[in-house]
Every structure is written in C-alpha cells, then in structure tokens.
C-alpha cells in the first residue's frame, strides 16, 4: 500500500468530561498520533476504552480540551464549531457501528446527503456507488426494506460517495454476522485503496484487527488508559 | 434543494401531527378570515343597500327604528303617519318620489308590507335595475293579490296562483289568522336586497284588513322618500326633525346604517379578538408539534449533523418545516373560509333578505395568510432553537 505525508497529526490530544462528583474525568490523553494520506491504520480497543471519543475528536463532532488535530493544513481542534462541521462534511468521511442511516429517506437520498454537505451532490456517481456495494435494484428503499449488511453497505457509500481523504470508521462490523461483516470490511478496505482515502478503523473483533498489516494498541495511544492499567 | 428535501422527508414522517397542526391551522385561518370579510362586506352592503331611496318619513321616534323597519324589514313600526303627511311630502316640490308602506301583518313569519304599484316600475332599487318579476305579473291595486319576494316564495313555497290568509302581526302565530284570502299574481325575480323576503300586497288591501283599526285605514307606516338633490335632505331634516315634533325624517339612510354599526363595532372588536386568539393558539399548535416530536428527530438531527450539516442549516430547517405547515393550513384555510362566509352568508340572507358578496378581494386574503405564515416561522424558532442545540456525540450512540 503506498502512502504519502501526514494526513492527519494530532499532539498533546486532551479530552475529559464532567464526572458526577463535579469534577471532570479524563478520557483521551494521546500526545501524539499521525496517520499517512492513503495509510490504513486499525486501532484495538475494548468497548467503553474512549475510541468513539477519539474518532469523534478527530472528526470535528467534538471539541477537545486542548492539543491540535491539523488534517492536512487544517487544525480542527482550533476551527469554530460551523467551520468544523464543513471541514468534516468536505474531508471526512464517517462509517458508524449502528450505520447511523435516515431512516425517512431513500438508500440514493442517504448518499446524495452525504455528498451534499461535502459540497457537491452528484447523483450518478451515488448511483454508481450504490451499484457498486451491489445495491443498484435498492436505490428507492428506505433503510427499514433493507437487512442489516445492506444497510452498512449503504452507509459506506455514503462515507466515501464524497471522495473523502479521510475514512473514520467506529466498529463497522459490529452489528453485521461473519459473511456480511468480511464482505463489508472488503469494501471499506477496496474503495478507500481505488479514492486513496486514508482509513482509521476502531474495532476489538481480532478477524478484523488481522485483516490489517498496521495495527496499533487504543491503550498504548491514550495515556488515560495506560496510567489506569499501571 | 435539499433543505426541501429534508423538509419534505419530516413533514412525511410527522404525517400525523402535520395533518392536524396545518387543519387547525386551516380552520383558524378560514375563521379569521371569514370574521374579517364578513364584518367588511356587512358594512358595505348594509351601509349601501337603501333599495332606491334617500329617506325615510315616519312616526316621531329612532330613526334607525325607522330605517330597519321600512328598508329592512327588521324591527316593530314606531307608529303610523296620517294619510295627510303623505300627501304633503308627496307634494313637496323637493321630493321626486314618495312611496307609502305599511306594515302589521305576516305569512308564516315573514312579512306582508303594503305598498303601491309603482314601488316596483318607478323605483331602481340599485342605479339601472329595477324590481323585476320571475314570473306572473304585478298586483291589481284594489284586488286581493301578492307579488311575493324570490326568498320568501322560496321559504314558503309560493308560485303564481296560490292563495294564502295573512296573519296577524309581525309574528307569527297560527290563532291570529285574518279571513282574507289574497292570490299570488306575481313572483320577484331576486334582486338581493330586503325585498326579497316580503310579501307584497296592495297597501289598500291592508289597511282594511279584517280585524285592523278601521281609523286609521288611510295611515301608512312609513313614506319611502326619494329626494330631487341632497340639500332637500338637510331641508326636510330641519323641517321634520327641528322643526316639528310629530314625525321622523330619516336621512341619510347610509349614514344611519353606519351610526348602528358603529355602535354594534365592539362586538365586532370581540369577534375579531377571538379570531386573533385562536390564530395564535393554533399557530402555537405548530410549535408544540415540533417541539414535542425534538426527541425523535435528534437522532437524525445528530446524522445530519455527522454528515456536514451546519447548525444554522438544521435551524433553518426546522424554521422552514414551521413554515410550511404554516403555509399548508392557510392553503387548506381558503376552503375553510370558503365553508364558514358561506354559511354566515345563508344566515344573513335568511334574516335580513341581504346577499354579501362572499368571493370578493379583500385584502385580508393577503395579509392573513402571510401573517399566519409568518406567525407559525416564529413558533418555529423555539423547537429550532433544540435543534441548534442538539448535541451530536450524545446522540449519536452507542459508543465503544
């Protein structure tokens, strides 16, 4: 797999949240992370470990306490919420556990949404998408009409409908069974090598961490975890 | 473009609460239009409709009594002129026409009025029309005939040879029915003034009704006054009202019509003021609808969000949304409006022989559609509000 510069760097990454006692608890202290252009990276880590806060940091959905998150030239960590939600809908393409699909529109109107608020909504090429993770004959179906592998085959046409240079995606077999979640992790893996997406994959399924050559260790990354473990 | 979309798409899936919020819209709407032009077209017509005539004689008393009793039919006679004052005024070299009426008797509730032949050939009862018959022919003024309004011979399902026995007084009552029997020569084509619900017979044939005061078989009730230019008004005025203290000159007519809705003009007010409330309380209906239905769009409102979409789009969003059901209802309000004038137009024809005009502009058309429009975007900026606030990470679990 060839890959370029950093896509994304993030230093001194801190992220916390009230805790009942009316203090706040750490939940991501990663000093430093990168993440090639076009690298896929899988990240290891139990459930409740803080990886949908870390993906969710890096997307821009969340403001971190401090520490910078530059993709490409961009420090999200510094952007204003408005400017965050654009950089995220322009560079970023986000693949959910749950699929996170609407569910009131069509499987063709989920990906055009995707590419609109990247900027642009071209609806051949979310046809084309659709037809590629074999869904062509389902562009009028709601989510609802759809099992559960073709409903993740439609939210990552939806991630990468819009050509994004980054792919985040948080357990994206977790709510599939083995046939559908292999099928489903190919695709991912396959359209981010044809887009030349960078991909950070969080998972703690070990057939899915193996399917990766770059594997790093959540636990490793975000100090919170690994003072806890000392 | 997709703004609409996602409008469209919420409106589908809050089918339910986006029906009943735009009809009580639409019912709102229809109300406070209806209440709007009803009170305008009341006023115009009623301030306009005078059947022909500048004034009215009559007995010392109201001169609104006055009007509503001879040019609309309503109320009690507040007494009798002397056959000798309607010779005078008929006389006067200031009045082009004077026409006699009179009144005491009823068909079935409605009116039997006394009147001469040229009433109907030498009156225009609006400029260029003037009373004409649907069908048979005029009364032969010393026989026992009728020439019956459109309305009336509608409601009382008279034609042209049918015989009826007038009853006694304004109001009906089945024991105080005179022996005459009068036959109907003639049926009024509707001309939409009060003429319509009368029925007419030679003021010979009731002033000598059986069972009437046989002294005052020569007085009228009122003399219907046609004037040759209005400063004979102001003159007559000064004679009837200032000068003598017998008799009431009612003039100008439109001018007295005007006088009782300005005094009827807080019901008015009230009317307007449950219209307006009712208005708001529906238009509040969009915002509890919304509102209520937050915690089931959060979700989508997080996906949204997940996916690019800016605060301020799904603020937007949500303050379209309001405003479409907004302009849904007021869509719908035109029928509802349409239902309502309708009715009332029935009800004030029925009891005042008046047609408003029910269609016609008004420009409440305009700005009540836009303010409840604008009314129901406003109701949308609360639920909006939640929406702006919608926390995205929190609602878009599970997390791992």
């Not at chain 1, 556990?97 to 499987?107: D, H, I, M, P």
């Not at chain 2, 009540?368 to 129901?376: D, E, F, K, R």
Request: hydrophobic share 45%; proline share 4%; with cysteine.
């Amino acid at each position: 797999m060839s890959t370029g510069p950093n896509l994304l760097r993030l230093s001194g990454l801190k992220k916390s949240f009230p805790s009942p006692d009316g203090g706040r608890k750490p939940i991501i202290d990663v000093p430093d992370f990168s993440l090639a252009a076009g690298e896929h990276v899988a990240l290891r880590g139990e459930s409740g470990s803080g990886k949908t806060t870390f993906l969710n940091l890096i997307s821009g959905i969340l403001a971190p306490d401090s520490g910078s998150i530059l993709i490409g030239d961009a420090d999200m960590a510094a952007l204003g919420e408005h400017s965050r939600d654009r950089l995220r809908g322009s560079s970023i393409g986000y693949i959910f556990q749950t699929f996170n699909l609407l569910q009131g529109y069509t499987c063709l109107e989920n990906v055009l949404l995707g590419m609109t608020f990247g900027g642009h909504a071209d609806r051949a090429q979310a046809q084309a998408l659709l037809g590629r993770v074999g869904l062509s004959h389902r562009l009028d179906h709601t989510p609802r009409q759809l099992s559960s592998g073709q409903q993740q085959r439609v939210a990552l046409a939806r991630a990468l409908a819009k050509r994004p240079k980054l792919v985040l995606a948080d357990e994206p077999t977790g709510n599939l069974d083995h046939g559908n979640a292999r099928e489903a992790l190919k695709l991912v893996r396959e359209t981010c090598l044809e887009t030349g997406a960078a991909l950070l994959l969080v998972s703690h399924d070990p057939e899915v961490l193996g399917s990766f050559q770059n594997v790093r260790d959540f636990a490793e990354l975000n100090l919170v975890l690994k003072e806890g473990a000392s | 473009m997709t703004l609409l979309l996602i409008v469209r798409r919420s409106l589908r899936q809050h089918a339910l609460s986006t029906t009943i919020t735009a009809l009580s819209i639409a019912l709102a709407g229809g109300l406070l239009m209806s209440v709007w032009v009803v009170k305008e077209q009341s006023q115009r017509t009623f301030t306009q409709v005078n059947t022909g005539f500048d004034a009215v004689l009559g007995a010392r008393g109201s001169k609104l009594q006055l009007v509503l009793n001879a040019i609309f039919h309503l109320e009690a006679s507040p007494g009798n002129v002397a056959a000798s004052d309607y010779e005078y005024i008929k006389r006067h070299p200031a009045v082009k026409l004077a026409i006699p009426i009179a009144v005491g008797d009823n068909l079935r509730g409605y009116r039997i009025v006394g009147t001469i032949p040229e009433f109907f050939t030498d009156v225009e009862y609006t400029p260029g029309r003037h009373f004409a018959l649907s069908a048979g022919k005029l009364f032969d003024p010393s026989a026992k005939e009728a020439v019956v309004g459109s309305f009336a011979a509608r409601k009382l399902g008279l034609a042209v040879g049918d015989t009826f026995h007038p009853f006694h007084g304004l109001i009906y009552d089945a024991r105080n029915q005179h022996a005459e029997t009068f036959l109907v020569t003639g049926i009024l084509a509707p001309s939409n003034t009060p003429a319509d619900k009368v029925v007419w017979i030679p003021i010979h044939g009731l002033q000598t009704m059986s069972g009437h005061d046989p002294r005052a078989a020569t007085d009228v009730s009122a003399v219907l006054v046609q004037l040759r230019s209005p400063s004979a008004g102001f003159m007559l005025d000064i004679m009837y009202n200032k000068q003598g203290n017998r008799l009431t000159f009612a003039y100008p007519i439109g001018a007295i019509m005007a006088e009782l809705f300005q005094r009827i003009g807080w019901f008015d007010k009230v009317l307007a003021l449950v219209a307006y409330l009712v208005a708001i309380v529906s238009a509040a209906g969009v915002l509890v609808a919304i509102y209520n239905s937050m915690a089931s769009r959060r979700r989508d409102i997080a996906i949204l969000r997940a996916l690019g979409a800016g605060r301020l789009f799904l603020f937007g969003a949500i303050v379209l949304e309001a405003t479409a059901i907004g302009a849904i209802g007021m869509a719908l309000s035109f029928a509802a409006y349409a239902g309502i004038v309708s009715a009332v137009a029935v009800i004030i024809q029925d009891q005042t022989g008046v047609l408003i005009e029910t269609f016609a502009y008004s420009p409440v058309m305009l700005w009540a559609p836009a303010g409840m429009i604008a009314l129901c975007a406003v109701c949308g900026l609360l639920p909006a509000w939640k929406a702006y606030r919608t926390d995205v990470a929190e609602n878009l679990a599970p997390i791992s």
